[in-house]
């Protein structure tokens, strides 16, 4: 968090935080020649404030890695100026990572986001050597990245439906089944289609689909399962002053607090009953 707050706050050294956050993702340790790096670019306060995360920073592991690319997607949110610099570290980083939910979260960003850059190219690279190299869980979300960029980049699509009919061959049956449906979404030319089914986020409650999906299984019917009878997931509504106001019950009339005691009341009490305590003890 001190990481993210000091690249907000100077948006321009954006490269040199990024730079850092690649290095520490990469070696897991802090190195003099981090201090170096940061020292040349910051004033001896903000010097001496890096230095300080340097070296309370705990090393390796999944919760490590987990804060070092939230501060990158945090930052690549905050400032598009370092959109371009952030993916690219970030994957970098899935070329050699061990833990299968980041490179899912990773590749789910570099869909979303990377078709938007003005090389969209350069990251096709990457996913594919997810589909390659990964677990089937990766696999899955490479090819969904994917298809994601085919359906934006009109230049990359020809490139990218060749990559996803290599994907019908894979030994998974999830990785299979998405780059099939992928490829028929892509090759109907229908924006609806595209913009429904690739673009769009899911709109229903994921709760609520598992559950009628379960009971569509266990009750078979004639009819195919209608996807519009999910409940749609609806952000919870902000209550307003006016109708907070509005809808407020009414509770009975409390009744006055008592004033409190000063601490001289208090002491005074405390020395009282000790005094009592002791000619008590006196008597006996």
């Known amino acids: 968090r001190a990481i993210q707050g000091l690249c907000l706050k100077f948006p321009k050294k954006h490269d040199v935080m990024m730079n850092l956050l690649s290095t520490m993702l990469r070696d897991e340790v802090h190195s003099l020649r981090l201090i170096i790096l940061v020292s040349r670019s910051f004033n001896y ?6 230095i300080l995360i340097l070296h309370n920073l705990p090393q390796g592991g ?25 993916l690219y570290h970030l994957c970098e980083f899935i070329e050699d990572c061990e833990h299968g939910v980041l490179a899912t979260k990773i590749l789910h960003l570099l869909g979303r986001e990377g078709p938007k850059t003005p090389t969209p190219s350069k990251f096709i690279r990457y996913i594919y050597n997810r589909v390659i190299l990964e677990n089937p869980t990766v696999r899955a979300a490479a090819v969904t990245s994917l298809a994601k960029f085919g359906a934006v980049c009109a230049n990359l699509k020809p490139s990218i439906l060749v990559l996803l009919r290599r994907c019908l ?21 229908n924006p ?59 509770d009975a009339p409390r ?9 001289q009341e208090e002491f005074a009490e405390k020395l009282g009953v000790h005094s009592g305590v002791c000619a008590a003890r006196a008597r006996l």
């Open 45 to 50: 306060l903000n010097q001496r404030r890096v």
């Open 169 to 189: 061959f894979d030994t998974h049956d999830e990785v299979r089944d998405r780059a099939t449906f992928y490829l028929g979404v892509l090759e109907s030319n």
């Open 62 to 86: 999944y919760q490590y890695k987990e804060a070092i690319v939230n501060t990158i997607i945090a930052v690549i949110e905050a400032n598009p100026a370092s959109q371009d610099t952030g």
């Open 255 to 263: 009744k006055p607090a008592l004033p409190s005691k000063s601490r």
């Open 192 to 250: 609806s289609l595209i913009s429904q089914y690739l673009l769009d986020t899911l709109q229903s409650s994921i709760v609520g689909l598992q559950s009628l999906l379960v009971h569509y299984i266990d009750n078979p019917a004639k009819d195919a399962f209608n996807l519009n009878s999910v409940p749609i997931t609806t952000a919870p509504a902000e209550v307003t002053p006016s109708s907070k106001t509005d809808d407020m019950v009414v």
